[in-house]
Nanobody, 127 residues
Framework: HVQLVESGGGSVQAGESLRLSCNASTSSFTGSGYCMAWFRQAPGKEREGVAAIDSDGRTDYVASVKGRFFISQDIAKNTLYLQMNSLKPEDTAMYYC????????????????????WGQGTQVTVS
């Protein structure tokens, strides 16, 4: 069983930055092949895949955040990060960390149905 705990959300002005963190409770999961991702859900909208990274460090991004958001990981700390720069009001959402305990095809990495482990979310508000 894997527990994911997000942190780092908050309220910022447009153009500012935030860094989200997601700590995974088990080192055995993060030491093997896996895929982890950030999703977001705005009120009244479906959950959207934002960025994904696998245990080999390969990354994927949704088009709307490319060049502004950067996903990374610190395997020694079992922690996933999302650096969000040049934030826009349309980035306002609840952000969730998700994990899958093996590699995923590139076309599945931003699909929520591929992930079985989820955090509780952290709110990001941009005004």
């Amino acid at each position: 069983h894997v527990q994911l705990v997000e942190s780092g959300g908050g309220s910022v002005q447009a153009g500012e930055s935030l860094r989200l963190s997601c700590n995974a409770s088990t080192s055995s999961f993060t030491g093997s092949g896996y895929c982890m991702a950030w999703f977001r859900q705005a009120p009244g909208k479906e959950r959207e895949g934002v960025a994904a990274i696998d245990s080999d460090g390969r990354t994927d991004y949704v088009a709307s955040v490319k060049g502004r958001f950067f996903i990374s990981q610190d395997i020694a700390k079992n922690t996933l990060y999302l650096q969000m720069n040049s934030l826009k009001p349309e980035d306002t959402a609840m952000y969730y960390c998700a994990a899958h305990p093996s590699f995923l095809p590139r076309n599945m990495r931003l699909w929520e149905g591929a992930y079985g482990y989820w955090g509780q979310g952290t709110q990001v508000t941009v005004s």
